[in-house]
């Protein structure tokens, strides 16, 4: 049973780039929400995405931007990269719809970004 | 105030006794209750959930519920070096549908 893949693990960037993180969710699942995590901090949530729909967002600006796709897959977005998008960023997925969703969530890895 | 409000730690614990962690939340229509386990460099696991108000035991982990005092708990019994790592208490409120996790506890088992 796959778990949540998400790739890359680990990459760094440049102020000002932009990058995409990229999320599968564990096998059965198809709702897909992101998370950033800065070191020694809880995760902070950045939106929830299902049937391909952002369902809800946290306090996060437009830079952050993201897609499921018909698969269940997902992508983070990050435009205009400050320094303080440094974190680790977490996809997790969960099943059914959000509304009687029980709330529990399956993690993966993590993609470690490290803004210069 | 946070949502969620945890002690940081580090809370250092004896091999075999019982570690106490403690979480309290601002929401009082908040539902579901939730323990994550992080280890250092990894990413969280979700080890209890608990949804009504008393005692959920699951092997040697109890989560402990009241509402009433908008506070959530997880003790560990017989404690071990494998638990040491930080413990994320997490909530899911009665409409939104994203789940709030606080700053963490670590907890380090000393032999």
């Known amino acids: 049973d796959a778990g949540v893949t998400q790739s890359p693990t680990h990459l760094i960037k440049t102020r000002g780039q932009q990058v995409t993180l990229r999320c599968s969710p564990k096998?059965?699942?198809?709702?897909v929400s992101w998370y950033q995590q800065a070191l020694g901090q809880g995760p902070q949530f950045i939106f929830q995405?299902?049937?391909?729909?952002?369902?809800q967002r946290g306090n996060f600006p437009d830079r952050f931007s993201g897609h499921q796709f018909p698969n269940y897959s997902s992508e983070l977005n990050v435009n205009a990269l400050l320094l303080g998008d440094s974190a680790l960023y977490l996809c997790?997925?969960?099943?059914?719809?959000?509304?009687?969703?029980?709330?529990?969530?399956?993690f993966g890895e993590g993609s470690r970004l490290t803004v210069l | 105030q946070k949502e969620v409000e945890q002690n940081s730690g580090p809370l250092s614990v004896p091999e075999g006794a019982i570690a106490s962690l403690n979480c309290t939340y601002s929401?009082?229509?908040?539902?579901?209750f939730f323990w994550y386990r992080q280890y250092s460099g990894k990413s969280p696991e979700l080890i209890m959930s608990?949804?009504?108000?008393g005692d959920k035991e699951d092997g040697r982990f109890t989560a402990q519920l009241n509402k009433a005092s908008q506070y959530v708990s997880l003790l560990i019994r017989d404690s071990q070096p494998s638990d040491s790592a930080t413990y994320l208490c997490?909530?899911?409120?009665?409409?939104?549908?994203?789940?709030?996790f606080g700053s963490g506890t670590r907890l380090s088992i000393r032999p």
């Open positions: 997490a909530l899911k409120g009665p409409s939104a549908s994203k789940i709030i």
């Open positions: 608990i949804y009504s108000n």
């Open positions: 995405y299902y049937e391909e729909e952002e369902r």
């Open positions: 997790a997925s969960s099943l059914g719809p959000p509304r009687v969703w029980t709330g529990e969530l399956f």
């Open positions: 929401d009082r229509g908040s539902q579901s």
């Open positions: 096998s059965g699942h198809d709702t």
